[in-house]
């Protein structure tokens, strides 16, 4: 394919608009009748299952969807990002993820350099400064151990480590590694988030990562001069040397900010920020709340997938299968939204996670040459826990609009609980729904059933459930660190998979900018209004009355901003 040709405009592609009709005549219960075609949609790699037999496809429509990676190119874009061609086009950069991960031993290259032994180098850093953290041979100003940790940054910088850390938490590893020590997460630039993060915390025993690849965002260095405010209100100026370290690309802007140059943490623009959880990002606050070597076995995990993705062929890949089984269920069937529905309370972080690095990924509009798209790319990420979610948005999946859903089920619960007297434990019984509910939703309830079960006339339509909602299913052998890795690189490179095929560029975010710039031009009118009374001007109508109406309710905002710190 000609890298203009836009991929709609392929043969393939219009072979399986056409079969997406004929697949739409079908019903998800009759496709489960065949079980052969079931067993042959059941795919394990390092312990994890994926079983897509749920999804409305027919063996048909996965030679179809293969055809597509094919004339998409997809394998030589899976080589081309580990080759560290620059492929993220718009920014000339290459997409390394995976070096953040990749064995000591292992080499590649980024602009004619092997990256390898940089990574482990940070790696390395990090795992002496963990450990000096941890073991009380660093302390604070004041001479008191460093137990507590706020990481401070957005985004990329922020979503990541927030899910990790969150799946880590119950751990029973990570919760021995982690005693007597807190990790926090301050992204919001309201001054809430600021009050929550350090209520309770001492600034004698807080260390602050200041987290951030560009080391410019707005919210991020707003919140890192507030925490720099309240460590050196409460022990004097030079006590930030000690209580304050950062993560970035910009090295520079580190050392400006007046952190020093040894107590930063490196990373590299072929990172980009939602795909940098493995780096330093993630790395270094997630060590130093749970030790390197738990860590250490989360990039483990993630790697396991990485080598999984480049070498396996198609028809046993976990990413690539459930990439094209995405496109074809927002292209072809034309459903717009993906439910991510973990069977685990640790993983309530995970869609969060996800809905950054699907939406900013793949929400774009036109294709990696600027061709405006004819077609829709991108899916709207959310989702909660099971069972929560059942107690929720269920109604909607059920019974209202198709959802394709993804059900994320774990085999050995972190934390297990028994109850003498009860039918079975409290892990089998939250797995319970996790079996049920692709089945609720593939085979749905029929008039019929709901008759011989005499059920009232009047409410049978209400009772009726269409089914044919298709979904698929993911068994993890349990949640450790390892397993942590392997699912985050699983979904991080199914991603990528469906930007490739829609021929987009999933590593650029231009979508982000326009909404940034505006912010500076309300910024410098509050500042006009506050200090000079200047009136609001160069808006239209409806932000100009908003801006008077807020400026003039909370005229007790000080010109001059007398420090105030929130009162916890
Ligand atoms: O890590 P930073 O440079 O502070 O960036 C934080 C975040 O802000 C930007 O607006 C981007 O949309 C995100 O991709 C990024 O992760």
Same mark, same amino acid.
């Given at each position: 394919?000609?890298?203009?040709?836009?991929?709609?405009?392929?043969?393939?592609?219009?072979?399986?608009?056409?079969?997406?009709?004929?697949?739409?005549?079908?019903?998800?219960?009759?496709?489960?009748?065949?079980?052969?075609?079931?067993?042959?949609?059941?795919?394990?790699?390092?312990?994890?299952?994926?079983?897509?037999?749920?999804?409305?496809?027919?063996?048909?429509?996965?030679?179809?969807?293969?055809?597509?990676?094919?004339?998409?190119?997809?394998?030589?874009?899976?080589?081309?990002?580990?080759?560290?061609?620059?492929?993220?086009?718009?920014?000339?950069?290459?997409?390394?993820?995976?070096?953040?991960?990749?064995?000591?031993?292992?080499?590649?290259?980024?602009?004619?350099?092997?990256?390898?032994?940089?990574?482990?180098?940070?790696?390395?850093?990090?795992?002496?400064?963990?450990?000096?953290?941890?073991?009380?041979?660093?302390?604070?100003?004041?001479?008191?151990?460093?137990?507590?940790?706020?990481?401070?940054?957005?985004?990329?910088?922020?979503?990541?480590?927030?899910?990790?850390?969150?799946?880590?938490?119950?751990?029973?590893?990570?919760?021995?590694?982690?005693?007597?020590?807190?990790?926090?997460?301050?992204?919001?630039?309201?001054?809430?988030?600021?009050?929550?993060?350090?209520?309770?915390?001492?600034?004698?025993?807080?260390? @602050?990562?200041? @987290?951030?690849?560009?080391?410019?965002?707005?919210?991020?260095?707003?919140?890192?001069?507030?925490?720099?405010?309240?460590?050196?209100?409460?022990?004097?100026?030079?006590?930030?040397?000690?209580?304050?370290?950062?993560?970035?690309?910009?090295?520079?802007?580190?050392?400006?900010?007046?952190?020093?140059?040894?107590?930063?943490?490196?990373?590299?623009?072929?990172?980009?920020?939602?795909?940098?959880?493995?780096?330093?990002?993630?790395?270094?606050?997630?060590?130093?709340?749970?030790?390197?070597?738990?860590?250490?076995?989360?990039?483990?995990? +993630?790697?396991?997938?990485?080598?999984?993705?480049?070498?396996?062929?198609?028809?046993?890949?976990?990413?690539?299968?459930?990439?094209?089984?995405?496109?074809?269920?927002?292209?072809?069937?034309?459903?717009?939204?993906?439910?991510?529905?973990?069977?685990?309370?640790?993983?309530?972080?995970? +869609?969060?996670?996800?809905?950054?690095?699907?939406?900013?990924?793949?929400?774009?509009?036109?294709?990696?040459?600027?061709?405006?798209?004819?077609?829709?790319?991108?899916?709207?990420?959310?989702?909660?826990?099971?069972?929560?979610?059942?107690?929720?948005?269920?109604?909607?999946?059920?019974?209202?609009?198709?959802?394709?859903?993804?059900?994320?089920?774990?085999?050995?619960?972190?934390?297990?609980?028994?109850?003498?007297?009860?039918?079975?434990?409290?892990?089998?019984?939250?797995?319970?729904?996790?079996?049920?509910?692709?089945?609720?939703?593939?085979?749905?309830?029929?008039?019929?059933?709901?008759?011989?079960?005499?059920?009232?006339?009047?409410?049978?339509?209400?009772?009726?459930?269409?089914?044919?909602?298709?979904?698929?299913?993911?068994?993890?052998?349990?949640?450790?660190?390892?397993?942590?890795?392997?699912?985050?690189?699983?979904?991080?490179?199914?991603?990528?998979?469906?930007?490739?095929?829609?021929?987009?560029?999933?590593?650029?975010?231009?979508?982000?900018?326009?909404?940034?710039?505006?912010?500076?031009?309300?910024?410098?009118?509050?500042?006009?209004?506050?200090?000079?009374?200047?009136? @609001?001007?160069?808006?239209?109508?409806?932000?100009?009355?908003?801006?008077?109406?807020?400026?003039?309710?909370?005229?007790?905002?000080?010109?001059?901003?007398?420090?105030?710190?929130?009162?916890?």
């Amino acid at each position: 394919m000609a890298s203009s040709t836009l991929i709609s405009d392929t043969q393939p592609w219009k072979e399986l608009q056409a079969h997406a009709v004929d697949v739409k005549k079908t019903h998800l219960r009759d496709l489960l009748s065949n079980e052969e075609r079931s067993r042959s949609m059941v795919v394990e790699f390092d312990g994890i299952l994926l079983d897509y037999s749920r999804q409305l496809a027919t063996v048909e429509t996965r030679e179809k969807l293969f055809k597509l990676a094919e004339v998409a190119s997809l394998k030589e874009k899976i080589n081309r990002m580990y080759k560290g061609e620059h492929i993220n086009s718009t920014e000339n950069r290459s997409v390394l993820h995976v070096a953040l991960r990749a064995p000591r031993d292992s080499v590649i290259q980024s602009d004619g350099k092997n990256v390898v032994p940089d990574v482990w180098n940070v790696l390395d850093k990090i795992k002496e400064f963990s450990e000096r953290i941890r073991s009380g041979s660093w302390v604070g100003a004041t001479g008191k151990q460093l137990k507590d940790v706020v990481a401070v940054g957005i985004g990329g910088s922020f979503l990541g480590p927030l899910f990790v850390h969150t799946a880590l938490q119950t751990d029973p590893e990570a919760i021995e590694s982690a005693r007597g020590r807190q990790l926090r997460f301050l992204a919001n630039v309201d001054p809430i988030d600021v009050a929550r993060n350090i209520t309770g915390l001492n600034p004698e025993t807080t260390l @602050v990562v200041i @987290v951030s690849k560009t080391f410019t965002t707005a919210e991020t260095m707003l919140n890192a001069r507030t925490l720099r405010e309240w460590i050196s209100s409460a022990l004097g100026a030079s006590a930030v040397a000690k209580h304050m370290v950062a993560v970035s690309t910009n090295l520079t802007l580190v050392e400006k900010f007046g952190i020093d140059p040894n107590n930063a943490f490196a990373f590299w623009d072929w990172v980009g920020g939602r795909y940098s959880v493995c780096s330093a990002v993630g790395v270094l606050p997630l060590s130093l709340q749970y030790g390197f070597s738990v860590i250490e076995k989360f990039l483990k995990g +993630a790697s396991s997938i990485d080598q999984h993705m480049h070498s396996e062929q198609f028809e046993r890949n976990l990413p690539v299968l459930l990439g094209l089984l995405s496109v074809w269920n927002v292209s072809f069937l034309g459903y717009p939204a993906r439910a991510i529905l973990p069977y685990s309370q640790a993983l309530e972080k995970f +869609a969060p996670h996800i809905q950054q690095v699907s939406m900013e990924s793949n929400g774009k509009g036109v294709s990696i040459d600027g061709v405006p798209l004819p077609f829709e790319a991108g899916e709207i990420d959310f989702g909660e826990p099971g069972t929560n979610g059942q107690h929720s948005f269920y109604q909607l999946i059920h019974q209202g609009r198709v959802i394709p859903c993804d059900f994320i089920g774990v085999v050995k619960s972190q934390q297990p609980v028994y109850l003498s007297g009860e039918v079975v434990s409290n892990h089998d019984e939250l797995m319970s729904n996790f079996f049920a509910q692709p089945d609720a939703l593939a085979y749905g309830k029929t008039s019929e059933q709901l008759k011989k079960e005499n059920v009232p006339p009047h409410l049978v339509s209400h009772k009726t459930f269409s089914g044919n909602r298709p979904s698929l299913s993911l068994l993890l052998p349990s949640l450790n660190a390892y397993n942590i890795g392997q699912l985050l690189a699983i979904y991080e490179h199914r991603i990528a998979v469906e930007g490739f095929i829609w021929g987009i560029n999933s590593f650029d975010q231009w979508g982000v900018e326009l909404g940034k710039s505006l912010a500076t031009q309300v910024r410098k009118q509050l500042n006009a209004s506050r200090t000079k009374g200047e009136p @609001v001007q160069g808006f239209n109508f409806s932000t100009t009355s908003m801006l008077t109406r807020y400026l003039k309710a909370s005229a007790d905002v000080p010109a001059d901003l007398p420090t105030r710190l929130p009162k916890t």
